[in-house]
Nanobody, 128 residues
Framework: EVQLVESGGGLVQAGGSLRLSCTTS????????IAWFRQAPGKAREGISS????????YYVPSVKGRFTISSDNARNTVYLQMNGLKPEDAAVYYC?????????????????????WGKGTLVTVSS
């Protein structure tokens, strides 16, 4: 059974940091890309970052580039999202997803691209 479990969310003040984790099981980790998405209340889901676990290549959308860092620990089948300089507009439920992403990890930015497997999310709240 494929599982993706997010953790690390919480309440943080603006300017603060959080590190999210996405622990996976049930599939060959190195064969997949892992991405982070977020969805704020009343807004569409937004893909923000992805990583090709086989070679560590990464992608970020402009709104988080330079503030967020995605990384993977292949021995633990886990992907992290280090979030620094958090802003109130970063508040959302954050999800991780897995896909072979054969068209490239940049597909995280495509609204209509459907990732294979999803976690249930972790809530990030940023106070101003």
């Amino acid at each position: 059974e494929v599982q993706l479990v997010e953790s690390g969310g919480g309440l943080v003040q603006a300017g603060g940091s959080l590190r999210l984790s996405c622990t996976t099981s049930g599939f060959t980790f190195d064969d997949y890309a892992i991405a982070w998405f977020r969805q704020a209340p009343g807004k569409a889901r937004e893909g923000i970052s992805s990583i090709r676990t086989r070679d560590g290549s990464t992608y970020y959308v402009p709104s988080v580039k330079g503030r967020f860092t995605i990384s993977s620990d292949n021995a633990r089948n886990t992907v992290y999202l280090q979030m620094n300089g958090l802003k109130p507009e970063d508040a959302a439920v954050y999800y991780c997803a897995a896909d072979r992403a054969e068209l490239g990890i940049e597909v995280v930015a495509l609204i209509n691209y459907d990732w294979d497997y999803w976690g249930k999310g972790t809530l990030v709240t940023v106070s101003s």
